[in-house]
């Protein structure tokens, strides 16, 4: 797949900004010192959860309803940011979630409205486009925008940029097991020590090959992620646990 996006113009020839989403976190730390004038350098961006993400979770996701986007997502809350990249479960209905192929999509929350936008970016004639359009706004405004924009003042925000381990969101989790009657109860008394309430238990159907390397998911109800990645670390130590916890949050 990856040779075919390249043929298509859609990655580069040399995709690790690509395939490790280095180029999403500079679209963010980009637009982070547009909007709250806050510099932020690649190695303080979170980019989380890329290499265990597998046909598995896209399997869970529609089962769930649900549809998996790689996001960047910035919060400005009482003047603290929090800033990630990474995968997010999504409602299939919502414009986020619909948003595919070559189209890139920004989605502003406000405190009492929403905004969407939505653009071409992937493909030489759409990133093209893109560059010449940049090139002419610039030109055209470029004697006025020594007085909008001086990036001495990006250092002087008062903007705090908080740990990721401070996010608070809903979490997938998908658990693979060796399957016996007693493993729910034990996994969710740990979920029940560290505080944090289940929303949903999923299984498909499986076969009796499965049972050995069987996969299921819980998602939880909004908790801190520390609080989170503390219960599966104690949970991955458990025997019946075949492989390390695949985690991602849910946006809804």
Known sequence: MLKEA???????????NDVEW??????????????????????????????????????????????IKLLWVISNVRNKIWAYVSPVLLNKDSKMAKTDWVLNAIEIIWENATTFYSWPWAWWKATASAVV?????????IENWQYKWDSRFLHESD?????????ESKFYCRFYIWDEKWILSKITWIFANYDINIDQVIQHNHTEEEKNNLPFVITLEKSKTSKVMEAINEIDKFDFIKQK???MRSLD
């Open 22 to 67: 280095i180029d999403t976190a500079y679209k963010l730390a980009i637009l982070m010192s547009i909007w709250f004038w806050k510099s932020i350098s690649l190695d303080n961006i979170n980019i989380d959860w890329i290499n265990k993400l597998t046909e598995v979770e896209f399997k869970y996701a529609k089962l769930l309803d649900k549809k």
């Open 159 to 167: 903007k705090e940029l908080i740990n990721k381990n401070d996010i």
């Open 133 to 141: 359009s940049d090139i002419i706004n610039i030109a055209r405004f």
């Open 6 to 16: 390249q043929d298509l113009g859609f990655a580069e020839s040399d995709p690790k």
């Open 245 to 247: 916890t695949f985690v």
